[in-house]
């Protein structure tokens, strides 16, 4: 629907400044295109800035409840699961007497909202606890995990894109034709692979077959920035692949809606080159949809770090989550699902706030929505 | 400089001998830091690490371990009958499940180089639970006096051949060499990484890439061809048989009946055989070939047999059984097997494997019929000995039964070899007239390494003490440098 298309909360105001373009003019093309400014462009301005800010401030009273909701689920699932941290952690072949000492020491005894209270309790204060297997405190935990999972999500990322827009710019040019035919088929065959599976065929291809890229293992940037993208470039594109195959599917879509639009159809009727008129009109008016998908797909990536981490031996937050998991260590599955669910919400934010950098005619005045 | 790199489990307690929860797991990374007291050699021998040998007194309980003259902690520190006897202190208090389960009264020394366990009644295996109990890795008390409990697990100081440069738990172990070490010219190796992975797939393919040198503990049969083309495979047989526990206390394996529907339901040879082409050697009890007081037949052992299977389950009165098993590389593919032999002869059979956790629950609920587990270990009064399978005391046992528990009893506190030998002989064959458990075969593992890489339990044999064999890693090197 092109100038129609929204995100699903927030609103667009029809602009009324559309006009036809001089003959071979990009101005006149932009003009026409949606996103492009105008006369009230001042007052839109402030407009917005107050809609961003009120935007911003409803997000992030929103993530209190969302945060809370996400941390109490957790433990409420934990709880459900059978044996506990002591009986994990000690195994099969502690005694009962032993198992009952660590529970006491663990406070594991205690009722479930009475555990889950003083966790609550301190975890606003900025404390969340130490683990129950390693002693050391879940903030250190964090501070020396997280670095390589937000580095490997940020590198799927940036392969998922740089998959996802070139091909699917070429593949909407011509619609059904060869190019489009054959990335239609790859992509296919990218939705369809599990992360696990094509990590185990990366490894084989890239490090067995042809020893380009290590099998397991991270280096971190102190090593070099280039052994360390080389340690990482398996794993993110485990990851980054199949999203991309998504996102190229999702854009060419809309790149091929946009190519219909009245403003591209003008566009190229006045003397703009083809090529142009897709690069700087029709695919940055079809990014919308992809700025949403990628905001979504954060939290679906970071689900996908616990099994890429294990399989790449990578000392990521993923591997830890699993880890903790497996012993029931509630205090550092609480710290990441926290910060999971608050990397969620900020990252939605920020999607809905360069929704209004690209398309000023957007505004979030409506609490409602 | 050199560097070797194996693979391995978890440690997410940390590497303290007093609180890592998984020690005889860890054994690698902690026989790496911290030596051993005793090591277990070639043929099931025990060999002088950081002890130099043991003496027992006439009246057979009390035992003096002597202690390496000139040893130092790997923080300057030294060595000495003090600082073992504060480990023995705090290691049997220790809430752990490899804390041995020695009849001690106290704990002394004996000059600077001599320790005395004074026991309250002669422990004929205690030399053997230092193999896979945390008694055998000594910390240094002064760096643990220092650093606190919290920060020692995760930089723990002994006297092994190697120090820790970074610990990332259950992720990556970086290690280097000890410039203290006791024995001269060792370890071989100047670094020494450990880095767990996801499965034996993952591990096949980061070891044919080049990351790492060696892999402990691999489970998958299917993939032992595979590693043999390229690397070094070591068959690692399993001192702990599998056994079908059955729950003596609950319907319907209270009744001898249906208990004897399960040993002549079950064609143990054939599993061996369609699963895992016969790698593994049968056994009628609760010993293995690579393990002490091993005994493969069993007089009266009630072997395979439909048409007896089929008329016990009839003389039982029907037979209906809920297996478990805990999650392996084998467990789902064996309890199949045995659900459709179990079946064959009449009885109704649900399987599930369970992770650990739900197990022990399971365990403890005592209301489970029937569980694939294993039994038995290398001496089995050590460690996860027969008692835990068989015994009246443990949770996890399916027996109840007093004159069991006095034949181990007596095994146990009996120094005498041949006098032990009997005794488990005729533990087996009790478990086996009374059905209790039949046993099906221990499950082999494998250690890999590359082609240039050679040591003791590496590349060649060392009996598994407990979950598997120790690798000597002082000795482990390159060999074409």
């Known amino acids: 629907m092109g100038a129609g298309r929204v995100h699903e909360q927030v609103t667009v105001q029809e602009s009324s400044n559309r006009s036809v373009p001089a003959a071979g003019s990009d101005a006149g093309a932009a003009a026409a295109a949606p996103g492009s400014g105008g006369p009230s462009a001042s007052r839109a301005s402030r407009v917005l800035r107050s809609s961003l800010l009120r935007l911003a401030g409803r997000r992030l009273l929103t993530a209190i409840p969302v945060v809370w909701g996400v941390t109490f689920l957790t433990f409420a699932v934990l709880n459900l699961l059978p044996g506990d941290a002591a009986q994990a952690l000690l195994g099969a072949d502690a005694t009962p007497q032993e198992v009952a000492q660590l529970r006491v020491e663990l406070h594991l005894n205690e009722p479930f909202l009475t555990r889950y209270g003083h966790w609550l309790g301190s975890a606003v204060t900025g404390h969340l606890g130490s683990s129950l297997g390693s002693g050391q405190l879940v903030t250190t935990i964090l501070a020396q995990r997280l670095p390589v999972t937000f580095e490997l999500i940020g590198y799927a990322f940036v392969i998922s894109l740089v998959i996802a827009i070139p091909v699917a710019t070429v593949a909407a040019r011509r619609p059904g034709g060869v190019f489009d035919s054959v990335t239609t088929f790859i992509t296919l065959i990218g939705l369809s692979i599990a992360p696990y599976i094509l990590a185990l065929l990366l490894i084989l291809l890239f490090s067995v077959d042809l020893a380009l890229f290590p099998a397991l293992g991270w280096t971190p940037l102190s090593g070099g920035l280039g052994a360390n993208l080389r340690s990482l470039t398996l794993p993110a594109l485990s990851l980054g692949f199949p999203i991309g195959c998504f996102y190229t599917r999702l854009l060419r879509a809309d790149v091929i809606e946009q190519l219909g639009e009245d403003y591209v159809v003008t566009a190229v009727a006045k003397g703009l080159p083809s090529w142009r008129v897709l690069v700087r009109h029709a695919v940055p008016n079809s990014m919308f949809g992809l700025i949403t998908v990628v905001a979504l797909n954060v939290g679906t990536l970071l689900g996908g770090t616990v099994i890429v981490e294990q399989i790449f031996g990578l000392p990521g937050v993923g591997q830890e989550l699993f880890q903790a998991i497996q012993t029931r260590d509630f205090p550092v599955l609480e710290g990441i699902v926290a910060v999971f669910a608050v990397v969620v919400v900020v990252i939605g934010l920020l999607a809905d706030l360069l929704y209004a950098v690209l398309d000023p005619r957007i505004r979030y005045d409506n609490p409602g929505q | ?481």
């Open chain 2, 1 to 481: 400089m050199l560097e070797e790199t194996g693979l391995t489990g978890a440690w997410p307690t940390g590497l303290d001998p007093a609180t890592d929860a998984s020690g005889s797991a860890n054994q690698s990374y902690l026989d790496a830091i911290y030596g051993n007291l005793f090591e277990l050699g070639a043929n099931g021998q025990t060999i002088d690490d950081l002890a130099t040998g043991y003496t027992i007194a006439a009246d057979d309980k009390t035992v003096t371990i002597e202690l390496r003259h000139g040893v130092t902690f790997s923080d300057g520190t030294p060595f000495n009958a003090a600082a073992v006897a504060f480990n023995f202190k705090r290691d049997l208090a220790a809430p752990v499940g490899d804390t041995p389960k020695w009849p001690v009264s106290s704990i002394t020394t004996s000059g600077s180089y001599d320790v005395v366990i004074h026991l309250t009644q002669p422990y004929a295996p205690l030399i053997n639970t230092f193999h896979d109990a945390n008694v055998n890795w000594i910390v240094s008390p002064t760096a643990l006096s220092k650093m606190g409990e919290n920060a020692f697990k995760l930089a723990p100081v002994g006297a092994g051949p190697f120090t820790v440069v970074s610990d990332t738990v259950s992720s990556e172990l970086a290690l280097k060499k000890n410039p203290r070490y006791w024995a001269p010219g060792e370890p071989y190796l100047n670094t020494l990484t450990f880095k767990s992975v996801a499965s034996d797939e993952a591990a096949l393919e980061t070891m044919q890439a080049g990351g790492v040198q060696g892999y402990e503990g691999m489970q998958t049969p299917q993939l032992v061809s595979a590693f043999s083309q390229q690397f070094n495979v070591l068959d690692v047989p399993s001192t702990s048989p599998y056994v079908i526990q059955l729950n003596t206390a609950v319907a319907p394996f209270s009744n001898l009946a249906a208990r004897e529907a399960v040993y002549y339901a079950t064609d143990v040879p054939v599993i061996d055989q369609k699963l895992f082409g016969n790698l593994h050697p049968v056994t009628e009890g609760f010993t293995a070939p690579n393990g002490l007081f091993y005994q493969q037949d069993v007089p009266g052992y009630r072997t395979y047999n439909l048409a007896k299977a089929q008329a016990a389950v009839k003389a039982a009165g029907g037979v209906t059984v809920d297996l478990m098993a805990t999650q392996s590389s084998v467990t789902q593919t064996v309890l199949e097997a045995l659900q459709t032999m179990w079946q064959a002869a009449g009885m109704k059979v649900t399987i599930h494997v369970d992770q650990l956790p739900s197990v022990i629950q399971q365990f403890e609920s005592k209301t489970w019929e029937a569980s694939l587990q294993t039994a038995g270990a290398f001496d089995p009064a050590a460690g996860l000995g027969v008692n835990f399978r068989f015994g009246s005391a443990s949770i996890f046992s399916g027996v109840h039964d007093p004159a069991l528990d006095k034949i181990f009893a007596n095994a146990t506190s009996t120094l005498n070899t041949s006098s032990r030998q009997t005794l488990y002989d005729q533990a087996a064959e009790y478990i086996s007239q009374n059905a209790y458990a039949p046993f099906l075969f221990p499950v082999n593992g494998w250690n890999i390494a590359a082609k240039d890489v050679a040591g003791p339990g590496l590349t060649t044999l060392i009996p598994a003490s407990a979950v598997r064999p120790e690798i000597l890693w002082a000795q482990v090197g390159f060999t074409s440098k």
